[in-house]
C-alpha cells in the first residue's frame, strides 16, 4: 500500500514537472574560457539532479565499504558474546546439576570473550573446587581479579568461602585478614571469620569478634546469645581440671550467664567431678528456689559438704512441697546415706521405688540392704533393677527400629514388605 501510493505521488509530481517545464522552458548559458555550453533549464536541473543521485550513491558506497571491516568486527563480537552467554547459563546449570567438570569446561571455554568474565571465571573456581583441583580453583580466582580488579571484595569472599569448605584454614584467615582491611563494615566478612574462628577454636577471638557482630547485626540474637554460651563454655572447660581457677573464672562472668540454666549445670557438674562441690552447693539452692530443676535436685543429693546434715535439711524442707518427687526422694536417701542414717535412707528409697521404679533407687537400695545383713533383700533388689535396666535398653532399641523403618524410602519399605 505504502508503495502504491508513493508510485502515484511520483507521477504527480512527474507530471507536474512537465508540465512546468512546457510553460516555462527556460534557458541557461555557462561559459569557461574558450568554452560555453547552453541549453534548456528544464535539461540542467535534470542533469543536476542525476549528478547528485550518483554522488549520493557513490559516497553511501565508498562509506559502506569502508566501514566494512569495522562493521565485520562488530558482527563477530557480537557471534562470540551470544556464545558466551550461551556457555555461561550452559556451565552454570551443569554446576547445579553436580556435573562439576561439564561444567568447568562450559564456563571457561569462552571466558574470554563474555561479557561478565568474572562470573565465569568465579563459578570455574567453584567447579575446580568440588573437583578437588585447589590449583585450577586458585588460577581461576587470579584470572577473575585480573579481569576485573575493581571487584576484588568479591573474589576475596569467593576464596575465603572456598578455602573454609575446604578446612584450609590458616590460607582462609589471610584471606580475610587482606579483605578485612579493604572493608573493615562488611557484614559478610564478619560471618565468615566468626565461622573460621569457631572451626578454629579460637574463642578469645571470637570474643573480640563478637560486640561488632551484633553492632553490625550481622547475627541474630538469638545466634548471638548461643555463640556467647559456647565461647563460654568452651573456655570453662579449658580450665575444667583446676577447681579455683572455674570459681574465679565463674565470677567474671555477666549474671545473665550465670542464671542460664544449661551453663549453670555445666558449671556444677565440672566442680562436682572435681570433688569441688560444697563450692556449689549455694548455686544449686538459689537455682532451685527460682525454678525446679530435676538435674539440679540430682547433683544436690550426689555433692559431699563438709555439713551434710544442713544439706539434709535443706532437701527435706523441699519435700514439704514436693512430697512426691522420685528424684528429690531420691537425692534426699543418698543425703540420709552420707549421714549415716540408714533406716531414714531405706524409707525415702522404698518411697521413691513406690512412685516410680528406676535402676538407681533399686542400686542403692540393695547396697543399703547388704549393708543392713539382709543379703536376699539386696539381691532381688539387684535382679529387679538389672531387668528393669534391660527393659529400658530393649525399649530405646525397639524405638531406634521403629525410627529407621520411618525414615526408610517407601521403595524399600515396599520391597521389605513383599
Known amino acids: 500500500m505504502k508503495t502504491l501510493i508513493a508510485l502515484v ?226 573456655r570453662m572447660l579449658a580450665i575444667q581440671s583446676d577447681p579455683q581457677a572455674l570459681e574465679q573464672f565463674w565470677q567474671t562472668l555477666p549474671k545473665s550467664i550465670r542464671q542460664e540454666p544449661e551453663f549453670l549445670k555445666s558449671y556444677i557438674n565440672l566442680q562436682v567431678a572435681q570433688e569441688a562441690g560444697q563450692r556449689v552447693t549455694p548455686l544449686i539452692v538459689d537455682a532451685l528456689q527460682r525454678s525446679w530443676d530435676a538435674e539440679l535436685v540430682c547433683l544436690f543429693g550426689r555433692i559431699k559438704t563438709d555439713d551434710p546434715a544442713n544439706q539434709l535439711a535443706i532437701g527435706e524442707a523441699w519435700l514439704n512441697e514436693r512430697p512426691k518427687d522420685p528424684d528429690l526422694l531420691l537425692s534426699l536417701a543418698r543425703l540420709c546415706l552420707q549421714n549415716r542414717l540408714w533406716g531414714k535412707a531405706r524409707s525415702y528409697l522404698e518411697a521413691c521405688i513406690g512412685i516410680k521404679p528406676r535402676v538407681e533407687a533399686y542400686q542403692e537400695l540393695g547396697l543399703l540392704l547388704e549393708r543392713m545383713d539382709e543379703p536376699e533383700k539386696a539381691l532381688e533388689c539387684f535382679r529387679t533393677g538389672l531387668g528393669l535396666e534391660r527393659r529400658d535398653t530393649a525399649r530405646i532399641f525397639k524405638d531406634i527400629g521403629r525410627l529407621s523403618l520411618n525414615h526408610q524410602p517407601s521403595e524399600s519399605r515396599a520391597v521389605d514388605s513383599a
Open 9 to 234: 505521488l511520483s507521477l504527480l509530481l512527474a507530471v507536474v514537472f512537465t508540465l512546468w517545464v512546457k510553460e516555462n522552458n527556460g534557458y541557461v548559458l555557462i561559459g569557461y574560457g574558450h568554452w560555453t555550453i547552453e541549453g534548456s533549464l528544464a535539461l540542467f536541473a535534470l542533469a543536476g539532479l542525476t549528478l547528485f543521485v550518483l554522488s549520493y550513491w557513490l559516497s553511501r558506497t565508498l562509506i559502506r565499504l569502508w566501514s566494512m571491516p569495522l562493521q565485520l568486527q562488530r558482527w563477530n563480537r557480537r557471534r562470540h558474546a551470544v556464545r558466551a552467554r550461551h556457555s555461561l547459563t550452559q556451565g552454570l546449570v551443569e554446576l547445579a546439576e553436580g556435573n562439576w567438570r561439564l561444567a568447568e569446561r562450559h564456563l571457561t571455554r569462552h571466558a574470554a570473550q563474555s561479557e561478565t568474565p568474572l562470573l565465569n571465571y568465579l563459578a570455574a573456581a567453584r567447579a575446580a573446587q568440588l573437583q578437588g583441583q585447589d590449583e585450577r580453583r586458585d588460577d581461576y580466582l587470579q584470572l577473575a581479579h585480573q579481569s576485573m580488579p575493581s571487584a576484588e571484595l568479591a573474589v576475596g569472599l569467593t576464596q575465603a568461602e572456598l578455602q573454609l569448605a575446604h578446612e584450609q584454614y590458616e590460607q582462609a584467615l589471610a584471606t580475610l585478614t587482606h579483605i578485612r582491611s579493604l572493608s573493615p563494615k562488611h557484614n559478610y566478612v564478619l560471618i565468615l571469620l566468626k565461622r573460621l574462628y569457631v572451626n578454629l577454636g579460637e574463642w578469645d577471638k571470637l570474643e573480640e569478634l563478637l560486640p561488632e557482630l551484633q553492632k553490625r547485626k550481622a547475627i541474630l540474637p538469638e545466634e548471638s546469645r548461643d555463640l556467647q554460651l559456647r565461647i563460654y563454655r568452651e
